[in-house]
T-cell receptor, first 111, second 114 residues
Framework: KQEVTQIPAALSVPEGENLVLNCSFTDSAIYNLQWFRQDPGKGLTSLLLIQSSQREQTSGRLNASLDKSSGRSTLYIAASQPGDSATYLCAPTGGGNKLTFGTGTQLKVEL | DTAVSQTPKYLVTQMGNDKSIKCEQNLGHDTMYWYKQDSKKFLKIMFS???????INETVPNRFSPKSPDKAHLNLHINSLELGDSAVYFC?????????????FGQGTRLTVV
């Protein structure tokens, strides 16, 4: 059974800082891994999809890495902005395209 | 245009009632899902359908019955609602069940059972 842990659970940083969110998973037999953000009372927005054969994926100020063999992924956010404040969720994908979600990292970027 | 849309957004109902949540996607995807987010914000898959066929049923009580009239719709019907059913329910879709397909989520339906 896949178990996903995200560290830290919460993070507060001043605007402009670069930061790293960590995700670890117990079953390395994944097909890909997605990072999402969830704003309060809203749905999930897909940020990045890393295929199992890839080591990293970039979108704007976001860079996600994947080390499948060690069961780890990181999301790097460059030059953080208050609009980045949200909960970030990682979800490795198993058979049937089933996503297993982590507990999330609640990020607050302060002015 | 909303890619994955759910209705209603909020649902408050009494214990014992039967209710339905509707989901539609206009992305042309073959696969649709229902996820549940509990009070601790933990998200877990409930069902997935591929081309109207059930492919994942994650030990959900049989009071929950998904129905897919066509591949663009996956509705969730819940019988005899219980207090513990209170949660946010998310619908999602992906191109298919093959590897490397991105999942897109709806805005969620907050169900409160009183």
């Amino acid at each position: 059974k896949q178990e996903v842990t995200q560290i830290p659970a919460a993070l507060s940083v001043p605007e402009g800082e670069n930061l790293v969110l960590n995700c670890s998973f117990t079953d390395s037999a994944i097909y890909n891994l997605q990072w999402f953000r969830q704003d309060p009372g809203k749905g999930l927005t897909s940020l990045l999809l890393i295929q199992s054969s890839q080591r990293e994926q970039t979108s704007g100020r976001l860079n996600a890495s994947l080390d499948k063999s060690s069961g780890r992924s990181t999301l790097y956010i460059a030059a953080s902005q208050p609009g980045d404040s949200a909960t970030y969720l990682c979800a490795p994908t198993g058979g049937g395209n089933k996503l297993t979600f982590g507990t999330g990292t609640q990020l607050k970027v302060e002015l | 245009d909303t890619a994955v849309s759910q209705t209603p957004k909020y649902l408050v109902t009494q214990m014992g009632n039967d209710k339905s949540i509707k989901c539609e996607q206009n992305l042309g995807h073959d696969t649709m899902y229902w996820y549940k987010q509990d009070s601790k914000k933990f998200l877990k898959i409930m069902f997935s359908y591929n081309n109207k066929e059930l492919i994942i049923n994650e030990t959900v009580p049989n009071r929950f019955s998904p129905k897919s009239p066509d591949k663009a719709h996956l509705n969730l019907h819940i019988n005899s609602l219980e207090l513990g059913d209170s949660a946010v329910y998310f619908c999602a879709s992906s191109q298919d069940v093959s590897v490397n397909t991105e999942a897109f989520f709806g805005q969620g339906t907050r169900l409160t059972v009183v």
